[in-house]
Protein backbone atom coordinates (compact mmCIF):
# COMPACT_ATOMS: atom_id res chain seq x y z
CA UNK A 1 0.00 0.00 0.00
CA UNK A 2 1.25 3.36 -0.97
CA UNK A 3 1.66 6.60 1.25
CA UNK A 4 -1.17 7.83 -1.16
CA UNK A 5 -3.39 4.92 -0.88
CA UNK A 6 -2.95 4.87 3.08
CA UNK A 7 -4.21 8.83 2.88
CA UNK A 8 -7.10 8.21 1.45
CA UNK A 9 -8.44 4.98 3.55
CA UNK A 10 -7.71 7.09 7.10
CA UNK A 11 -10.47 9.95 6.31
CA UNK A 12 -13.14 7.07 5.47
CA UNK A 13 -12.04 4.96 8.28
CA UNK A 14 -12.07 7.87 10.70
CA UNK A 15 -15.80 8.90 8.99
CA UNK A 16 -17.20 5.50 9.78
CA UNK A 17 -16.24 5.31 13.70
CA UNK A 18 -17.67 8.23 14.27
CA UNK A 19 -20.86 6.73 12.15
CA UNK A 20 -20.77 3.89 14.54
CA UNK A 21 -20.46 6.15 18.09
CA UNK A 22 -23.38 8.45 16.64
CA UNK A 23 -25.22 5.39 15.95
CA UNK A 24 -24.40 3.74 19.39
CA UNK A 25 -25.71 7.84 21.02
CA UNK A 26 -29.15 7.83 19.09
CA UNK A 27 -29.41 3.81 20.16
CA UNK A 28 -29.27 4.96 23.95
CA UNK A 29 -31.10 8.16 23.51
CA UNK A 30 -34.38 6.05 22.15
CA UNK A 31 -33.82 3.44 24.23
CA UNK A 32 -33.72 5.82 27.84
CA UNK A 33 -36.61 7.88 26.11
CA UNK A 34 -38.85 4.71 25.64
CA UNK A 35 -37.77 3.56 29.15
CA UNK A 36 -39.13 6.64 30.24
CA UNK A 37 -42.51 6.75 28.60
CA UNK A 38 -43.01 3.44 29.88
CA UNK A 39 -42.16 4.17 33.42
CA UNK A 40 -44.25 7.90 33.81
CA UNK A 41 -47.26 6.28 31.75
CA UNK A 42 -47.60 2.87 31.77
CA UNK A 43 -45.66 0.21 34.41
CA UNK A 44 -43.38 1.25 37.27
CA UNK A 45 -41.28 -1.84 39.00
CA UNK A 46 -41.38 -1.68 43.03
CA UNK A 47 -40.01 -3.99 45.52
CA UNK A 48 -41.59 -4.63 48.34
CA UNK A 49 -39.21 -3.86 51.60
CA UNK A 50 -41.36 -4.53 54.85
CA UNK A 51 -43.89 -7.01 55.86
CA UNK A 52 -46.65 -4.54 56.67
CA UNK A 53 -48.82 -6.16 53.32
CA UNK A 54 -48.49 -9.99 54.68
CA UNK A 55 -49.81 -12.51 53.44
CA UNK A 56 -50.05 -11.01 50.33
CA UNK A 57 -47.09 -9.38 49.70
CA UNK A 58 -44.12 -10.37 50.66
CA UNK A 59 -40.60 -8.87 51.57
CA UNK A 60 -38.35 -9.11 48.36
CA UNK A 61 -41.21 -9.60 45.99
CA UNK A 62 -40.82 -7.43 42.81
CA UNK A 63 -44.14 -6.24 41.12
CA UNK A 64 -45.18 -3.95 38.41
CA UNK A 65 -47.49 -0.91 38.80
CA UNK A 66 -49.65 0.38 36.34
CA UNK A 67 -49.62 4.58 36.17
CA UNK A 68 -52.61 4.61 34.26
CA UNK A 69 -55.42 3.00 36.78
CA UNK A 70 -56.03 6.37 38.86
CA UNK A 71 -54.71 8.97 35.96
CA UNK A 72 -51.73 11.18 36.30
CA UNK A 73 -50.38 13.72 38.66
CA UNK A 74 -46.81 15.38 39.50
CA UNK A 75 -45.97 11.86 41.11
CA UNK A 76 -46.36 10.27 37.54
CA UNK A 77 -43.26 11.99 36.66
CA UNK A 78 -39.54 11.25 37.15
CA UNK A 79 -38.69 13.16 40.71
CA UNK A 80 -42.07 14.52 41.34
CA UNK A 81 -41.70 17.58 38.99
CA UNK A 82 -44.69 19.80 39.44
CA UNK A 83 -45.56 19.90 35.64
CA UNK A 84 -48.96 18.17 36.04
CA UNK A 85 -51.79 20.40 37.99
CA UNK A 86 -53.57 18.00 40.11
CA UNK A 87 -54.52 15.04 38.62
CA UNK A 88 -55.52 14.37 34.96
CA UNK A 89 -57.51 11.38 33.32
CA UNK A 90 -58.39 10.96 36.88
CA UNK A 91 -59.83 7.07 37.95
CA UNK A 92 -60.73 7.04 41.37
CA UNK A 93 -59.01 3.76 43.17
CA UNK A 94 -61.63 1.49 44.70
CA UNK A 95 -62.04 -0.23 48.01
CA UNK A 96 -59.88 -3.11 47.95
CA UNK A 97 -56.78 -1.78 45.70
CA UNK A 98 -53.46 -2.14 46.30
CA UNK A 99 -51.67 1.15 45.73
CA UNK A 100 -48.69 2.49 46.16
CA UNK A 101 -48.59 6.69 46.77
CA UNK A 102 -46.17 9.22 48.33
CA UNK A 103 -45.70 9.47 52.01
CA UNK A 104 -47.75 12.19 52.49
CA UNK A 105 -45.05 13.42 55.53
CA UNK A 106 -42.19 12.76 52.91
CA UNK A 107 -42.95 12.57 49.68
CA UNK A 108 -39.86 11.16 48.56
CA UNK A 109 -40.91 7.75 50.00
CA UNK A 110 -43.09 5.69 48.47
CA UNK A 111 -45.53 2.93 50.29
CA UNK A 112 -47.64 0.11 49.50
CA UNK A 113 -50.60 -0.37 51.39
CA UNK A 114 -54.74 -1.55 50.41
CA UNK A 115 -57.72 1.46 49.99
CA UNK A 116 -60.08 0.79 52.65
CA UNK A 117 -61.56 4.11 53.07
CA UNK A 118 -63.09 6.59 50.24
CA UNK A 119 -63.65 10.25 50.07
CA UNK A 120 -66.41 10.66 53.12
CA UNK A 121 -65.86 7.03 54.87
CA UNK A 122 -66.42 6.77 58.53
CA UNK A 123 -63.67 4.62 59.81
CA UNK A 124 -62.46 2.85 63.29
CA UNK A 125 -61.32 -0.60 64.73
CA UNK A 126 -62.82 -1.68 67.87
CA UNK A 127 -60.96 -4.79 69.19
CA UNK A 128 -59.57 -5.80 66.44
CA UNK A 129 -62.19 -5.56 63.99
CA UNK A 130 -62.87 -3.04 61.21
CA UNK A 131 -65.62 -1.11 60.98
CA UNK A 132 -66.94 1.13 57.97
CA UNK A 133 -69.52 3.71 58.17
CA UNK A 134 -70.73 2.08 61.77
CA UNK A 135 -70.56 -1.45 60.49
CA UNK A 136 -68.61 -4.23 61.31
CA UNK A 137 -66.51 -5.83 58.40
CA UNK A 138 -67.02 -9.62 57.80
CA UNK A 139 -64.27 -11.79 58.52
CA UNK A 140 -63.59 -15.58 58.70
CA UNK A 141 -60.93 -17.19 60.27
CA UNK A 142 -59.22 -19.29 57.97
CA UNK A 143 -56.26 -20.85 60.99
CA UNK A 144 -53.33 -19.65 63.02
CA UNK A 145 -49.77 -19.66 61.37
CA UNK A 146 -45.83 -18.91 63.23
CA UNK A 147 -44.65 -16.39 60.41
CA UNK A 148 -40.92 -15.57 60.62
CA UNK A 149 -40.30 -12.12 60.91
CA UNK A 150 -37.84 -9.35 59.09
CA UNK A 151 -35.50 -9.54 62.74
CA UNK A 152 -35.32 -13.62 62.80
CA UNK A 153 -38.40 -13.64 65.84
CA UNK A 154 -41.56 -16.08 64.99
CA UNK A 155 -45.03 -14.61 65.96
CA UNK A 156 -47.59 -16.92 65.94
CA UNK A 157 -50.49 -15.33 63.42
CA UNK A 158 -54.36 -15.18 62.87
CA UNK A 159 -55.49 -15.68 59.42
CA UNK A 160 -58.95 -14.29 58.12
CA UNK A 161 -60.77 -13.71 55.27
CA UNK A 162 -62.03 -10.31 55.49
CA UNK A 163 -64.91 -8.68 53.02
CA UNK A 164 -65.24 -4.88 51.89
CA UNK A 165 -68.25 -3.24 51.46
CA UNK A 166 -68.21 -3.65 47.80
CA UNK A 167 -67.50 -7.19 48.30
CA UNK A 168 -63.50 -7.36 47.64
CA UNK A 169 -62.52 -10.14 50.04
CA UNK A 170 -58.68 -10.29 50.76
CA UNK A 171 -56.78 -12.06 53.09
CA UNK A 172 -55.52 -10.67 56.59
CA UNK A 173 -52.95 -11.14 59.44
CA UNK A 174 -53.31 -10.63 63.66
CA UNK A 175 -51.23 -11.07 66.22
CA UNK A 176 -54.10 -10.43 68.39
CA UNK A 177 -57.26 -7.93 68.86
CA UNK A 178 -55.88 -5.70 71.73
CA UNK A 179 -52.71 -4.45 70.21
CA UNK A 180 -52.16 -0.55 69.75
CA UNK A 181 -53.51 -0.25 66.01
CA UNK A 182 -56.31 -2.78 67.35
CA UNK A 183 -58.81 0.51 69.21
CA UNK A 184 -58.97 3.78 67.39
CA UNK A 185 -61.05 6.78 67.17
CA UNK A 186 -63.58 7.21 64.44
CA UNK A 187 -61.26 8.86 61.46
CA UNK A 188 -63.82 10.57 58.77
CA UNK A 189 -61.95 10.62 55.82
CA UNK A 190 -61.53 14.20 53.94
CA UNK A 191 -62.74 14.92 50.21
CA UNK A 192 -60.04 13.99 47.95
CA UNK A 193 -58.57 11.75 50.42
CA UNK A 194 -57.99 7.76 50.96
CA UNK A 195 -57.56 5.81 54.05
CA UNK A 196 -54.77 3.33 53.46
CA UNK A 197 -54.07 -0.14 55.92
CA UNK A 198 -51.62 -2.84 55.66
CA UNK A 199 -52.96 -6.13 55.39
CA UNK A 200 -50.78 -7.12 58.07
CA UNK A 201 -52.90 -5.18 60.83
CA UNK A 202 -50.64 -4.96 63.88
CA UNK A 203 -47.50 -4.19 62.04
CA UNK A 204 -48.81 -1.28 59.55
CA UNK A 205 -47.42 1.96 59.86
CA UNK A 206 -50.63 3.17 57.99
CA UNK A 207 -53.64 5.90 57.90
CA UNK A 208 -53.94 4.63 61.51
CA UNK A 209 -50.44 6.43 62.40
CA UNK A 210 -51.84 10.43 61.56
CA UNK A 211 -49.02 11.80 61.85
CA UNK A 212 -47.25 9.58 59.39
CA UNK A 213 -49.31 8.49 56.87
CA UNK A 214 -52.86 9.87 57.90
CA UNK A 215 -55.43 10.55 55.15
CA UNK A 216 -53.68 10.15 51.67
CA UNK A 217 -54.37 12.67 48.95
CA UNK A 218 -55.49 11.51 45.37
CA UNK A 219 -52.67 13.39 44.13
CA UNK A 220 -50.23 11.21 45.85
CA UNK A 221 -51.31 8.15 44.45
CA UNK A 222 -48.66 6.32 42.00
CA UNK A 223 -50.41 3.81 40.71
CA UNK A 224 -51.95 0.45 41.14
CA UNK A 225 -50.25 -2.91 42.11
CA UNK A 226 -50.59 -5.20 39.56
CA UNK A 227 -48.79 -8.24 39.13
CA UNK A 228 -45.26 -9.88 40.86
CA UNK A 229 -42.85 -9.97 38.36
CA UNK A 230 -39.61 -11.38 40.58
CA UNK A 231 -39.42 -12.93 44.41
CA UNK A 232 -36.73 -13.76 46.15
CA UNK A 233 -36.58 -14.58 49.92
CA UNK A 234 -33.61 -12.00 50.77
CA UNK A 235 -30.56 -13.94 50.25
CA UNK A 236 -29.97 -12.67 47.11
CA UNK A 237 -30.68 -9.01 44.95
CA UNK A 238 -32.21 -9.12 41.69
CA UNK A 239 -29.04 -8.92 40.03
CA UNK A 240 -27.13 -11.70 41.64
CA UNK A 241 -28.52 -14.28 39.21
CA UNK A 242 -26.13 -16.65 40.38
CA UNK A 243 -28.02 -17.35 43.04
CA UNK A 244 -31.57 -17.34 41.92
CA UNK A 245 -31.76 -21.09 41.70
CA UNK A 246 -31.90 -21.21 45.60
CA UNK A 247 -33.52 -18.52 46.32
CA UNK A 248 -36.43 -17.53 43.99
CA UNK A 249 -39.91 -17.93 44.77
CA UNK A 250 -41.01 -19.97 41.56
CA UNK A 251 -44.53 -20.08 42.70
CA UNK A 252 -44.91 -16.38 43.20
CA UNK A 253 -43.59 -15.29 39.74
CA UNK A 254 -46.55 -13.25 37.81
CA UNK A 255 -48.54 -13.66 40.72
CA UNK A 256 -51.68 -10.91 40.19
CA UNK A 257 -51.90 -8.76 43.29
CA UNK A 258 -54.86 -9.56 44.84
Partial sequence: MTEETAAQEQPAFKK??????????KTAFWAIAVALVIRTFLFEPFNIPSGSMKP????????????YSYGYSRYS???????????????????GDVA??????????????????????????????LHINGKVLPREPMGVIVDTETSGNDVQMY?????????????????????????????????????????????????????????VPFQNFVGRAE?????TNGNARI???????????YTRLLMEVK
Wanted: aromatic share 12%; hydrophobic share 35%.
Fill in 239 to 249: WEFWRWPMTVR
Fill in 16 to 25: SAENEWMELI
Fill in 77 to 95: LPFGLPLIPGRVMASEPQQ
Fill in 100 to 129: VFKLPSNTSTDYIKRVIGLPGDRIQMTRGR
Fill in 227 to 231: RLFFS
Fill in 159 to 215: VYEETLPNGVKHIIYEEGDNGPLDNTREFVVPEGHYFMMGDNRDNSQDSRVQDLVGF
Fill in 56 to 67: NLLVGDYLFVSK
